[in-house]
């Protein structure tokens, strides 16, 4: 996966630093994809040492039609297995960073619905 971080100029957006996630060519797209960008998502946040960060999964808008709790499902359990592995290598003395205290996962209004559903079930899932 291809990353881009941008430092947006201040005042344009809420975000100090803005993270762009390649996904590959669009017609080889599979909703478990997600896993890895969300984990690559919370690696980087961990590494730039942000303590809260909004998620995007939602890809209607870029016209790939996929499964929106299904989606959003596997954006939740790519970042909190990203941040378990960190968590672990921490108590190992191999991994050092700040906690994450928030995540925002964000879905349109048409969406919001159907992609909390997906993220309540991944939750209960992890547990």
Not at 12 to 40: W, Y
Not at 60 to 85: C, H, L, M
């Amino acid at each position: 996966l291809e990353t881009l971080l941008i430092t947006p100029p201040a005042g344009t957006i809420g975000a100090k630093k803005l993270l762009l996630i390649g996904l590959g060519d669009r017609n080889k797209f599979t909703p478990e994809l997600m896993k890895q960008v969300a984990s690559v998502g919370m690696e980087e946040a961990l590494r730039l040492g942000v303590t809260q960060y909004a998620f995007a999964s939602d890809l209607k808008d870029a016209g790939i039609d996929s499964p929106t709790a299904e989606v959003a499902g596997y954006g939740v359990t790519g970042a909190v297995n990203a941040y378990r592995t960190q968590v672990f290598l921490k108590t190992k003395k191999m991994a050092n960073f700040k906690p994450i205290q928030k995540i925002t996962l964000l879905a349109g209004p048409a969406y919001f619905t159907t992609a909390g559903e997906g993220i309540s079930q991944a939750i209960t899932a992890l547990k």
